[in-house]
C-alpha cells in the first residue's frame, strides 16, 4: 500500500531564505508526483508536476525533483516571500488513484 | 472556465440526517474524485469514478454513496450522518496529469 510522507510537517524561515521541502513515498511504481498549495479555507491549487520519467520541473522560483528508485521528491523554494507562506502537499499518482501526504505549513516571515 | 465547482459552501447537519454534495466540473475530464481533509491527515480519498458510468472505492467508503450522473457531475451523498463525518470534503477531476480541485465544503454533524 502506497505511503506519502512530508516532512517538516511545519517551517518557519525568514524571508529571502531559500527552501526545501521533502516528500517520500514506499512505492516507486507511480505515473506522476505532483506539488500542490493550500491556502488557508481554500482549496489546493496545483504548482508543479513531474512525470515518472522525469527527474525536475521548474516554474519560476519553484523547483520540483523526482527520484523514482529512492520514493523521494523534493520541492526547492528560492528566495522565499511572504506571499509563499501557505501549507504544501505532494501527491503520487497510481493507475487512477492520487495518494497525498500530511503537507508542510509554510510560514515566511517579513 | 468555471472548472470544479462546488455546493454547497457550508453545510450544518445533525446526526442521523442526510444530504448529498454537489461537484460538477466543465473541463471535460474522465476522472473525478471525492476527498475529505481533517487535520494532520492529509486528503483521504473517499470514492472516486474513473469514466462516466463507473465508480470505485477509495480509503474511506465507509459512510458514504457517489453517483457519477454524467461526465460532469460527481455527487457525493451521506444516508445518515455521523459526528465522525465532520470535515471539509473536496471534490476534484483530473486529465491523464494534472488534477483540478473545487473549493471545497465544509460539513459539521452535531
Not at chain 2, 468555471?2 to 476522472?31: I, W, Y
Not at chain 2, 465522525?84 to 476534484?92: E, I, R
Request: hydrophobic share 30%.
Amino acid at each position: 500500500k502506497q505511503e506519502v510522507t512530508q516532512i517538516p510537517a511545519a517551517l518557519s524561515v525568514p524571508e529571502g531564505e531559500n527552501l526545501v521541502l521533502n516528500c517520500s513515498f514506499t512505492d516507486s511504481a507511480i505515473y506522476n508526483l505532483q506539488w500542490f498549495r493550500q491556502d488557508p479555507g481554500k482549496g489546493l491549487t496545483s504548482l508543479l508536476l513531474i512525470q515518472s520519467s522525469q527527474r525536475e520541473q521548474t516554474s519560476g522560483r519553484l523547483n520540483a525533483s523526482l527520484d523514482k528508485s529512492s520514493g523521494r521528491s523534493t520541492l526547492y523554494i528560492a528566495a522565499s516571500q511572504p506571499g509563499d507562506s501557505a501549507t504544501y502537499l505532494c501527491a503520487v499518482r497510481g493507475t487512477y488513484k492520487y495518494i497525498f501526504g500530511t503537507g508542510t505549513r509554510l510560514k515566511v516571515l517579513a | 472556465n468555471a472548472g470544479v465547482t462546488q455546493t454547497p459552501k457550508f453545510q450544518v447537519l445533525k446526526t442521523g440526517q442526510s444530504m448529498t454534495l454537489q461537484c460538477a466540473q466543465d473541463m471535460n475530464h474522465n476522472s473525478m474524485y471525492w476527498y475529505r481533509q481533517d487535520p494532520g491527515m492529509g486528503l483521504r480519498l473517499i470514492y472516486y469514478s474513473a469514466s462516466e458510468g463507473t465508480t470505485d472505492k477509495g480509503e474511506v467508503p465507509n459512510g458514504y454513496n457517489v453517483s457519477r450522473l454524467n461526465k460532469r457531475e460527481f455527487s457525493l451523498r451521506l444516508e445518515s450522518a455521523a459526528p465522525s463525518q465532520t470535515s471539509v470534503y473536496f471534490c476534484a477531476s483530473s486529465e491523464p496529469t494534472t488534477q483540478y480541485f473545487g473549493p471545497g465544503t465544509r460539513l459539521t454533524v452535531l
